[in-house]
């Protein structure tokens, strides 16, 4: 208590497991690897440890957090009714980036689900997850391993640097493949209603005609501001305005990162390049950007840029989720 020691980084073989599962048990709090982003887990039934988590982060208390489980036996101990929608999504995609909202069961401490009567789950489809959930027989809460409004972590040094002495240990997963959050569906009815747009896109779910919805069918996290980094985020659309953007911020003595497709990148550094950039991320596509974009954010705040140029996507796939969250950032939360 009182040590401000940074939290180690543990290997994820056996020991690093069994250590991660004694911490859980003694109700301590760990950085958790998923296919997603990196989770800050801790045992989602016992209240005291959930508020640790919210104080942790500095979460309002009115944005619940996502149950994870090592497989989908443990549902019906946390939800009220598995409808048959819910259950042919569990089919189809867990485990997986797909979190299901449902009715919760008297089982779930209300800090948990934010004072609602339903409760987030989902099943993750990492090997790291996946182990330290069987090992350690525990329903895990996890939000992002951020601090609220935060870029969310894609390593395990973000975590780290982010939350510093807060977390108890963190498990080394390496990067996380999928770069943004899972997507979070209400399963409570005959259609699914998405809540959080991420890898499991509104074409696969058969709802692309569904739009933004209203406010309240977002998840409670959206009204909050999120995923801003300290630099500013500016979205351009071409090449042409790539580059007649990075000159003028130039020309005004700023210092600038760009995350952009490979030829983009090569036209900036052509004959007629308009100076230096201090700091570059390539992503090809939606779903490179997705897997980079949070690291960019954070390591463009670590090169000083004053301001991040990042190249647009399509919005197919999980590039839905990802010009969202560029949206929110670039507007600055
Ligand atoms: O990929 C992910 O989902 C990651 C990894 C660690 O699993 N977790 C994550 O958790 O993104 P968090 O807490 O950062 O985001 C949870 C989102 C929030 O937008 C929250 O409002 C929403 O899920 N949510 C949680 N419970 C809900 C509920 N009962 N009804 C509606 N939305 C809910
Ligand atoms: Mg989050």
């Known amino acids: 208590m ?3 020691a940074p939290p180690p980084i543990l290997a994820a073989d056996a020991a690093g497991i069994e250590a991660a599962a004694a911490v859980l048990h003694r109700g301590g709090i760990v950085g958790l690897p998923t296919e997603t982003v990196y989770g800050l887990a801790g045992d989602a039934l016992r209240a005291e440890v959930v508020t640790r988590i919210f104080a942790t982060k500095g979460r309002p208390p009115d944005n619940p957090l996502i149950v ?21 999504l569990v089919r189809d995609y867990w485990p997986g980036p797909l979190t299901l909202v449902l009715d919760a069961s008297p089982a779930v401490p209300p800090i948990t689900r934010g004072g609602l009567t339903t409760v987030a789950v989902r099943v993750p489809d990492h090997p790291v997850a996946s182990r330290l959930l069987a090992t350690s027989s525990l329903a895990l809460a ?3 391993a951020n601090p609220s409004g935060r870029p969310s972590p894609t390593r395990p040094e973000h975590v780290v640097a982010g939350l510093g002495a807060g977390v108890d240990l963190v498990l080394d ?7 943004v959050e899972s997507t979070v569906v209400d399963a ?3 259609w699914p209603v998405v809540l959080r747009d991420g890898l499991v896109s509104r074409e696969e779910l058969g709802v692309v005609g569904q739009g933004q919805g209203p406010q309240q069918h977002r998840s409670p996290g959206t009204r909050y501001a999120h995923y801003t980094p300290r630099c500013s985020v500016e979205i351009v659309t071409g090449p042409t305005q790539l580059g007649a953007r990075l000159r003028a911020c130039l020309a005004a003595g700023e210092r600038v990162g760009v995350v952009a497709d490979a030829a983009s990148l090569a036209a900036l550094r052509s004959g007629d390049a308009p ?15 997705a897997r980079s974009l949070y690291g960019a954010f954070l390591g463009a705040e670590d090169a000083a840029v004053d301001r991040l140029l990042v190249m647009a996507v399509p919005e197919r796939g999980v590039g ?3 010009m969202d969250r560029l949206r929110r950032a670039a507007a600055g939360g």
Do not use: K, N
Not at 73 to 88: F, K, N
């Open 173 to 179: 997963g390496g990067p996380c493949t999928i770069g």
């Open 68 to 88: 994870h489980l090592a497989d989908e036996r443990g549902l019906d101990q946390l939800v009220g009714e598995i409808t048959p929608l819910a259950r042919a």
């Open 2 to 4: 009182g040590t401000t």
């Open 275 to 289: 100076g230096v950039v201090d700091y570059t991320v390539r992503a090809d596509d939606e779903v490179a950007l």
């Open 188 to 190: 409570r009815g005959r």
């Open 320 to 322: 839905r989720a990802v």
């Open 142 to 144: 996890a939000p992002s």
